[in-house]
RNA sequence: GCGCUUGUAGCUCAGCGGAUAGAGCGCAGCCCUGCGAAGGCUGAGGUCGUGGGUUCAAAUCCCGCCAAGCGCGCCA
């Protein structure tokens, strides 16, 4: 169990305890906020339950504080409580408590920080999913790198993770992609034609065409276009899935499944949610079409599920299935979807629609990313604006790299319309908290590799030596972890990792600065193994944050 | 027109109803005979878009207004 939440409990049990003695009134249920005060003087943890509590018990906050204070049972953990200001009750780290951390970090490596408020819970993440009709491009790798920040910090707060890409390969975009490649693979093969008003004109789907001609030959090309896209067609979509995989790849992000939309239609998926749906009243049909209901659940009006018998289902009509599969075939407690912020007009039928099949639709959570800037120089451009000017999500992987990528899209939130500085992303200096951040890692492994070197060997030193304002700093910091690994997977807020991870380069750099590590003078020895025990704990907290942020820990630059 | 999101230091952004609103960059200074100076320290800089409301307590919750982005298809 994270500290935060230690300290809850024991505020709940001298709470629990204080009543049971009479010494405070009889309440209901309640769960204290317990947070990390700005200020040190304020300790470590702090609650401010007694000012909450102050009216509906009719007394003063700060009595109120000094009872429950009184009340709480001492551990080793902490080693003072308070009450402060108006009636805060301040908790206090035991520095010997600190210490010991030292060498469970080390015992366990970054399974310290691990939490089980997952319980084993089945959580799918799905993200990216853009149409496989070409490369991805720059704005997608926003959402590629918050879906699967969020993937990393379930993981490590014990739930059964999977992570998704949901393959649009049915519906009209993809039959215009496969045209599109049809009329490149005939260009191709030296036929005069052109691609059409809505076709997809990229260099991609050009090489694509050359490529299927390359393979297929001019026995295609003689077949008929339905035919021809029946034989090319496969390939057509493997290439592009294979182009999309292989940026993210490039990003370390890999995925369990690759979820077909065509299966739901072939399979049985489709019906049976639409049954569904008809036996709760949620369907009906009008103007040639089939209809879900939404104004019967609050919505502003109804969405087709089916356009008609020959031009079938909406996308609308294959995502509720989807759902329908992902729940109720598949049996995810919690699905998390991560969508571009041109989608959250779906948001509000999709939860009315998963409530209407009879889900929980706080099971759902749909995380919205907002559209990204970029900016160059003194230019700014919105992605969005550039599809004229394809940028491709391999161009920006050139540029400024995937560590940087995953570090400056997870640090702000992702409802933050944000500003990508390209230039502050590739420039390798200390105004880049990507640099600083690696680099402090790096200098650490520096300190060990000289260590070794040496001969030093320190596994037995002896962490009670470890009294400096900077040790205890950098100890106290290592320690957040578990907190903050459990904060950022209750509140589905990936943001908490860089900046944890900043926070950790910057104490450790004080502590460089101050504490000399590897000292020459005989009578340091054991000081000098103390230091390099709390410099290897440190190194492993540092190097798990950025594992989960999807970044590699350079131990050289 | 309606809906969603955003508005915090010159810039980019944190801020979990609570104590004196924070960080980085930029700016002005200071600090290396030793383990990586890609570093450390100090300082200036804010009517938290705006007007109301709720509360013992509001940057945070509610309502109005202003501004920006996005969305309002039998596209996905």
Redesign the pocket.
């Known amino acids: 169990m994270h500290p935060q939440k230690q300290i809850a409990e024991m505020v709940v049990s001298a709470l629990d305890s204080a009543i049971a003695a009479d010494t405070l009134p009889q309440i209901g249920e309640v769960t204290p906020?317990v947070?990390?005060?700005?200020?040190a003087?304020?300790g470590d943890y702090?609650t401010?339950i007694a000012?909450?509590l102050?009216?509906s018990m009719r007394m003063a906050p700060r009595e109120i504080a000094a009872k429950i204070a009184e009340s709480v049972e001492r551990s080793s953990m902490v080693r003072d409580v308070s009450v402060?200001?108006?009636g805060?009750i301040?908790f206090r780290l035991d520095d010997e408590w600190l210490r010991s951390r030292v060498n469970v970090i080390r015992q366990q490596g970054v399974k310290f920080a691990h939490s089980d408020i997952g319980a084993g819970q089945k959580v799918q993440v799905e993200f990216v999913s853009v149409?496989p009709t070409g490369p991805l491009h720059i704005g997608h790798v926003r959402g590629a790198v918050i879906g699967n920040g969020i993937a990393n910090i379930l993981d490590a707060a014990g739930f059964d993770v999977q992570r998704e890409y949901y393959v649009?390969d049915a519906?009209?975009?993809m039959r215009i992609y496969m045209e599109s490649a049809y009329v490149r693979f005939l260009q191709a093969a030296g036929k005069d034609v052109e691609l059409g008003a809505e076709s997809y004109p990229g260099e991609f789907v050009a090489k694509l065409g050359a490529e299927l001609y390359a393979e297929y030959g001019d026995a295609v090309v003689e077949m008929s276009e339905d035919e021809a896209i029946g034989v090319i067609r496969k390939t057509a979509l493997d290439r592009t899935l294979a182009n999309i995989r292989a940026t993210l790849s490039r990003m370390g992000i890999e995925y369990d499944e690759w979820f077909s939309?065509k299966s739901l239609i072939d399979g049985e998926d489709f019906n049976e949610s639409l049954e569904l749906l008809k036996d709760r009243g949620f369907i009906s049909e009008r103007?040639?079409?089939l209809w879900f209901l939404g104004t019967k659940v609050g919505l502003e009006s109804d969405s087709?599920i089916i356009?008609?018998m020959e031009?079938g289902p909406?996308?609308f009509g294959t995502d509720i299935a989807y759902h329908y599969n992902k729940f109720v075939k598949r049996g995810f407690d919690r699905v998390i979807n991560v969508w571009g912020?041109?989608?959250?007009?779906?948001i509000a039928r999709m939860n009315a629609v998963v409530n209407s099949l009879g889900v929980e639709s706080d099971n759902l959570t749909i995380i919205?990313n907002?559209?990204v800037n970029f900016k160059e120089g003194d230019e700014t451009v919105?992605f969005?604006?550039r599809k004229d000017n394809f940028i491709g999500a391999d161009e920006l992987l050139d540029a400024v790299g995937a560590d940087a990528c995953h570090f400056i899209f997870l640090?702000?939130?992702p409802?933050?319309?944000?500003?990508f500085d390209l230039e502050l992303a590739k420039a390798?200096?200390?105004?880049n908290?990507v640099?600083?951040v690696q680099?402090a890692h790096?200098?650490l492994?520096?300190?060990l590799r000289?260590a070794k070197d040496r001969g030093i060997e320190f596994e037995d030193g002896d962490v009670s030596l470890l009294t400096t304002s900077q040790e205890l700093a950098l100890m106290r910091r290592l320690n957040e972890l578990p907190d903050v690994i459990a904060r950022s997977a209750e509140m589905l807020?990936p943001?908490h990792m860089p900046?944890f991870a900043?926070e950790v380069a910057?104490e450790l750099?004080?502590f460089?600065?101050a504490?000399?590590?590897?000292?020459?003078?005989p009578a340091d020895a054991e000081l000098t193994k103390a230091r390099l025990l709390l410099v290897d704990a440190a190194r492993i907290v540092l190097e798990g944050t950025l594992n989960i942020m999807g970044m590699n820990a350079p131990e050289?630059?």
């Open positions: 906020t947070e990390r005060p700005k200020h003087e304020h702090s401010s000012l909450a102050a009216s402060a200001g108006p805060f301040n149409n649009n519906g009209n975009q939309e103007e040639g079409a087709v356009r008609s031009r909406s996308y912020a041109d989608h959250h007009g779906h919205i907002q559209m919105s969005n604006k640090e702000r939130t409802g933050t319309h944000m500003e390798e200096t200390a105004e908290p640099f600083y680099y790096a200098r492994c520096a300190v000289a807020e943001h900046h900043y910057r750099q004080r460089y600065e504490c000399r590590v590897i000292s020459s003078e050289r630059m």
